[in-house]
């Protein structure tokens, strides 16, 4: 069974072949729903396996067929899918907490991959999402990227907004992208802020609005200079597993932005995520930031 883009990297949407039945992971925010939505369209009706506590039947995923998941009993993960059918699975959507160890049901599925995700724990969040692709197609499935099945979430290169960084903007921009791919080097996260011509702010396990919560209050205590200035830039790490963990952004990013006193935002094109493209571009135009899209910059590291 074979599967094909029209762009590399996915930018063109996935042809599934005949036959194909899809399985989403489903972790919480909105891209899950953007994923079985994409999928309906195309007249693919997606198995959604929700991750309890993450995503919840009430939620417009509950109209297709689904099945809770607890963390602490990954190790159905498998069965689960083979039972249902599923030849492809997409990841998508946050996880904020890891599974607690003393609550997990041990079975043979687990037991055959703790060795493997304790190795990827140490290596950080890339490596063990590296592990869960790997471990799913050697397991059979094909795995494949939100951003495949739903090609316009990704973003496009170049202004999206009536407002375009000036001089100044541009300075930040490249300070916060290259700060950026340095902390994505060591697996930390995928956005940095720059004032100034330098980065001040990077992300961290609080993730992006945690990150602009920070800038926040770092201006009203005084400790950035002026009210107003400074841009978010998000890109992919180097060597990330590009079909899961894209860097996205929504409305909520925005207006964290906006609070935080930033001008702007940037992110990687074709390499990050866009939630409600039009939705995100109108609150930017009302609050008087950019966004844009930037061409991927060459990657000199790996993980």
Request: aromatic share 4%; hydrophobic share 45%; net charge positive.
């Given at each position: ?71 602490e009993n990954i190790g159905s993960l498998l069965g689960i899918l083979k039972r ?220």
């Open positions: 069974m074979t599967t094909t883009t029209t762009t590399a990297e996915g930018a063109g949407r996935l042809q599934l072949p005949p036959g194909a039945r899809v399985g989403i992971i489903a972790g919480g925010g909105k891209l899950p729903i953007d994923v079985a939505d994409g999928l309906d369209k195309q007249g693919h009706k997606p198995f959604v396996l929700m991750v309890q506590g993450e995503a919840f039947p009430e939620s417009k995923l509950g109209q297709f067929e689904h099945q809770l998941l607890p963390l249902q059918g599923i030849t492809h699975v997409v990841l998508a959507g946050e996880i904020k907490r890891r599974p607690r160890l003393g609550a997990m049901r041990f079975n043979f599925g687990l037991l055959a991959v703790v060795p493997l995700v304790i190795s990827a724990l140490a290596r950080g969040d890339d490596g063990l999402l590296k592990v869960v692709v790997r471990g799913l197609e050697t397991r059979g499935f094909t795995v494949v990227g939100a951003h495949q099945i739903v090609p316009n979430l990704t973003a496009s290169e170049g202004a999206m907004t009536r407002v375009a960084p000036s001089k100044a903007d541009w300075k930040d921009i490249d300070a916060a992208y290259r700060a950026a791919i340095a902390i994505g080097v060591l697996d930390i996260g995928q956005g940095a802020v720059a004032i100034g011509g330098r980065g001040i702010a990077l992300e961290g396990i609080e993730g992006t609005d945690g990150l602009l919560a920070r800038v926040k209050e770092l201006r009203g205590h005084g400790r950035l200079a002026g009210k107003k200035g400074g841009v978010l830039v998000k890109c992919a790490k180097p060597g990330q597993e590009l079909r899961v963990d894209l860097p996205s952004i929504g409305v909520q990013t925005v207006e964290g932005a906006h609070a935080a006193g930033l001008a702007g935002i940037a992110v990687e094109a074709g390499r990050s995520l866009i939630l409600d493209s039009a939705m995100v571009v109108a609150k930017a135009d009302a609050l008087g930031l950019f966004v844009v899209g930037l061409p991927p910059k060459e990657r000199t590291h790996d993980v």
